[in-house]
């Protein structure tokens, strides 16, 4: 009854900014963390950051730590992932995910993600 849709995706440079979104239709998940979880080829689901509930909280992975930022618009049911200085290492598959009430925070294993996206591509070239 849920569905998560991302957008933004493409290709950039190494070095380049590019903004994810993820929508969520059929209800709101304003009470929801939400997440970015990514995947390269022959790679498995890795994640990415994590916001909690009103926002006032984030986790990220260290590799993208002081680069990527998460953001949520509850009014919209939306989340954001902002990626500045893009690396190679950052290609990737990027799925949205959204955790029910009662998860711990930060939850960083796929398994405790009920709501996935069907993924938008990001491919960074030097």
């Known amino acids: 009854q849920v569905q998560l849709v991302e957008s933004g995706g493409g290709l950039v440079q190494a070095g380049g900014s590019l903004r994810l979104s993820c929508a969520a239709s059929?209800?709101?998940?304003?009470?929801?963390?939400r997440a970015w979880f990514r995947q390269a080829p022959g790679r498995e689901r890795e994640f990415v950051a994590v916001?909690?509930?009103?926002?006032?909280?984030?986790y990220y992975t260290d590799s993208v730590k002081g680069r990527f930022t998460i953001s949520r618009d509850n009014a919209k049911s939306t989340v954001y992932l902002e990626m500045n200085n893009l690396e190679l290492e950052d290609t990737a598959i990027y799925y949205c995910?959204?955790?029910?009430?009662?998860?711990?925070?930060?939850?960083?294993?796929?398994?405790?993600?009920?709501?996935w996206g069907q993924g938008t591509q990001v491919a960074v070239s030097s």
């Open positions: 995910a959204a955790a029910p009430p009662g998860a711990r925070f930060p939850a960083l294993q796929p398994s405790e993600y009920h709501y």
């Open positions: 059929g209800r709101t998940l304003s009470d929801y963390y």
């Open positions: 916001i909690n509930l009103s926002g006032s909280r984030t």
